[in-house]
């Protein structure tokens, strides 16, 4: 069964650049049959796709938060990251990553638990 | 302000027939599949419909979709306790270079 797990900082101080990376267990990130993707909810608002990538390192982005988002992905690790930069307290949120059946633009599943980001001083 | 309108809001008491609505555009729903997703208390999101009216394995046939032009529904039958949760829909957006849009989320609560 596939899992997705979120990791890294929970704190990131105004300016800085928010860094998380997802683990792919039970299913090898290479498959040509899927994409991955980054979702991010504020607390107590709505869900907000921030992008989503291709194993051979294909992207798409959110027109509104494109200028700050870089994903990538490991394929050796069977990984794939987001980094954020100039974060403020507005990109404050927890931070999924799911894998996406068949093409970008098509669902996400499943999700993996999400990680709460904090940006404060 | 999310791009899919969905009312905040949606109650009923256990057996009964609830439906949620989503409001959206030619770009989006109008042009798209709608999808659905559960957020239980404290949970990640998990798939609940795809391609407006399908279910993944193991989701109950009391839920179910439908696509009308530029809006969708989801609609709950059998209304348990554990249907309590939040409802969000989401569509490809066709516009500028293309990404998902999702509505503000329904919150179900059963009665």
């Known amino acids: 069964q596939l899992q997705l797990q979120e990791s890294g900082p929970g704190l990131v101080k105004p300016s800085e650049t928010l860094s998380l990376t997802c683990s792919v267990s039970?299913?090898?990130?290479?498959?040509?049959?899927?994409?991955w993707g980054w979702i991010r909810q504020p607390p107590g608002k709505g869900l907000e796709w921030i992008g989503t990538?291709?194993?051979?390192?294909?992207?798409y982005y959110n027109p509104s938060l494109k200028s700050r988002v870089t994903i990538s992905v490991d394929t050796s690790m069977n990984q794939f990251s987001l980094k954020l930069s100039s974060v403020t307290a507005a990109d404050t949120a927890v931070y999924y990553c799911?894998?996406?059946?068949?093409?970008?633009?098509?669902?996400?599943?499943?999700w993996g638990q999400g990680t709460l980001v904090t940006v404060s001083s | 302000q999310s791009v899919l309108t969905q009312p905040p809001s949606a109650s009923g008491t256990p057996g009964q027939r609830v439906t949620i609505s989503c409001s959206g555009s030619?770009?989006?729903?109008?042009?798209?599949?709608v999808y659905w997703y559960q957020q239980l208390p404290g949970t990640a999101p998990k798939l609940l419909i795809y391609?407006?009216?399908e279910r993944p394995s193991g989701v109950p046939d009391r839920f179910s979709g439908s696509k009308s032009g530029t809006s969708a529904s989801l609609a709950i039958s059998g209304l348990r306790s554990e249907d309590e949760a939040d409802y969000y829909c989401?569509?490809?957006?066709?516009?500028?270079?293309?990404?998902?849009?999702f509505g503000g989320g329904t919150k179900l609560t059963v009665l």
């Open positions: 989401a569509a490809w957006d066709d516009s500028l270079s293309g990404y998902w849009v």
């Open positions: 990538i291709y194993y051979s390192g294909s992207t």
């Open positions: 391609r407006n009216n």
């Open positions: 039970g299913g090898s990130i290479s498959s040509n049959t899927y994409y």
């Open positions: 030619s770009s989006s729903i109008g042009n798209n599949y």
């Open positions: 799911a894998r996406q059946s068949g093409s970008w633009y098509w669902w996400f599943d499943p």
